[in-house]
């Protein structure tokens, strides 16, 4: 099981941050990931991060679909894994219309078709193959028709370092993840319940891998967990109350939140309707409130040691090959030891 961590698209603390990033280096931390929500870009910390370390992989966790051409996310990929010398991981998803449309202003279609047809693409990028693609999303060259009729198909000028970049896809629903087991090279669910991960999705990813070709080896699963360990650590679950009350509340309306439709998938049916209802009523401390303490402690590392041995192990039991922790500590020494821990009881299973 790898080791991950996310670093926050926040201003605060960034540069001191990345600089720390050669400690859990020798820690074991396998790989870094980067978000892109509506903040600053993950593109341009990913580049930095890749020039301020060695030995770890760095991921997009995750880019937006609409927010690029299908082309340039392909172009991108390949330069980061550039700077980084073959670090790089490819992470998009399709996010929810509340940021692709709320934010940047393009309608929020065909998320499922449109993932396919740019992973379709990024690999023909990568190949160094002259671009044809005709689909029903996105079709290069423009036809002319539609544009000057001088565009003609094109193939990547630099030589990527690899022409098989691992592509992860953030998915819940269960098309999405179907698709992803189909296509993908690792799958990075939200709120990670590893025991209600086969009811919820073992169909799906079945489904998928039927169709999956042979040479994208098994599909990496990628579980995010907040990370404590000691005798006194259970408040801090509590940590997790806005963020969680936030995705199953707010990003969305009635209807189409797809954080909320998973919770109701898990079996928090009541909890999930009473957290939006308080949410979109402005009520978010009460909202808070309502998240499951069951759904907060069974996505979480946290705990005794004891106990967090056995929040690995359903993980790994579930599926899980990647670990993407947040480990929560006052300082510096103390999160770099709960990656030293979490790493040592990874490798202990």
């Known amino acids: 099981m790898r080791i991950g961590m996310s670093i926050s698209y926040s201003d605060a603390g960034f540069r001191r941050t990345v600089e720390e990033l050669a400690d859990y280096e020798k820690a074991g931390l396998d790989v870094v990931f980067v978000a892109e929500a509506y903040s600053f870009d993950a593109v341009s910390q990913l580049g930095y991060i890749a020039a301020k370390t060695e030995r ?58 449109r993932t396919r047809e740019i992973i379709e693409i990024c690999r023909k990028v990568w190949r160094r193959e002259r671009l044809e693609h005709d689909g029903r999303h996105y079709t290069v060259p423009l036809p002319a028709d539609q544009g000057t009729g001088l565009g003609k198909p094109l193939k990547l000028i630099n030589h990527p370092v690899r022409a098989d970049i691992p592509i992860v896809v953030a998915a819940i629903g269960p098309k999405n993840v179907e698709l992803t087991a189909e296509l993908a090279n690792g799958w990075e669910p939200i709120f990670y319940m590893p025991e209600k991960a086969k009811d919820v999705w073992g169909g799906s990813l079945a ?77 978010k401390d009460e909202a808070a409130a309502k998240v499951p303490h069951e759904l907060l402690e069974k996505m979480s590392l946290i705990g005794s040691e004891g106990h967090v041995r056995e929040r690995l192990a359903a993980m790994k039991e579930s599926g899980v090959t990647t670990l993407n922790v947040s480990p929560i500590a006052g300082d510096h020494k103390g999160r770099l030891a709960l990656i030293e821990k979490v790493k040592e009881m990874a490798a202990d299973l």
Request: negative net charge; proline residues 4%.
């Open 207 to 283: 489904a998928g891998g039927a169709r999956r070709d042979p040479a994208l080896g098994e599909l990496d699963v990628v579980g995010q967990a907040a990370l404590a360990i000691g005798d006194d650590v259970q408040g801090f679950l509590e940590f997790g109350r806005p963020m969680a009350a936030l995705y199953i509340g707010g990003m969305g309306a009635k209807g189409r939140n797809f954080y909320n439709d998973l919770a109701r998938r898990y079996g928090f049916e009541r909890e999930a309707e009473e957290i939006q209802d308080l949410y979109l009523a402005g009520k």
């Open 56 to 113: 770890l992989e760095i991921a997009s966790g995750i880019m937006q679909i609409y927010t690029r051409t299908p082309t340039l996310t392909a172009m991108t990929a390949a330069g980061l894994d550039f700077v980084s010398e073959g670090r790089f991981t490819l992470g998009i998803g399709a996010s929810g219309p509340q940021v692709i449309e709320g934010f940047h202003g393009v309608p929020y279609t065909a998320p499922l078709g």
